[in-house]
């Protein structure tokens, strides 16, 4: 679907898993790692906002629930654009690499899908639900001494680019 705040095509993660089960696999291990992440949206005057947060992957959705009138709650209902980073891990060899995902927000307002959330999760009550639409994903992470750069936008195929420590060296996998 095409959003009208950004003109970018965004999609669910069942759609997203569908597409690229392999790198989405990966992407859900990475986010399952670690409980907490960084979670970044704007505020009124444009200016980005960086918070924790819990991502939840389940019944084909990304999930992002947060306190009632949290600030990224409030930024989130404002401009659903988004930005969510998994959690980079105890030390700074990232050996698992880094796993990024932007796209739009979209509240979840319809009390029979906030209902059976709950009855999963458990949150505390009350509080916001929003689903993830993803517009793009990335991972970085290092492969026999290369930098991989593996990148998924909707209706485009997974791209790999891979970098050395040579100046002509960045390549793309076919």
Do not use: C
Request: hydrophobic share 40%.
């Amino acid at each position: 679907m095409e959003t009208k705040e950004t003109g970018t095509t965004a999609v669910g993660w069942a759609e997203f898993h569908q597409a690229e089960a392999r790198f989405a696999g990966l992407v859900e291990a990475r986010f399952k790692k670690y409980k907490h992440h960084v979670l970044a949206t704007l505020r009124k005057d444009g200016s980005p906002r960086v918070t924790g947060l819990e991502v939840d992957i389940r019944d084909g959705e990304l999930w992002l629930g947060m306190m009632p009138n949290s600030m990224k709650a409030l930024d989130l209902r404002r401009d659903p654009r988004f930005a969510v980073q998994a959690n980079p891990g105890p030390d700074a060899e990232m050996a698992d690499g880094d796993v990024r995902i932007s796209g739009r927000a979209v509240e979840v307002t319809d009390p029979a899908v906030k209902a059976a959330y709950a009855a999963q999760v458990e949150p505390p009550e009350p509080f916001h639900l929003f689903r993830g639409e993803l517009a793009e994903v990335v991972y970085t992470g290092l492969e026999n001494d290369e930098l991989v750069v593996r990148a998924w936008r909707p209706g485009s195929a997974l791209r790999t680019l891979r970098r050395g420590n040579s100046e002509e060296s960045l390549r793309e996998d076919a």
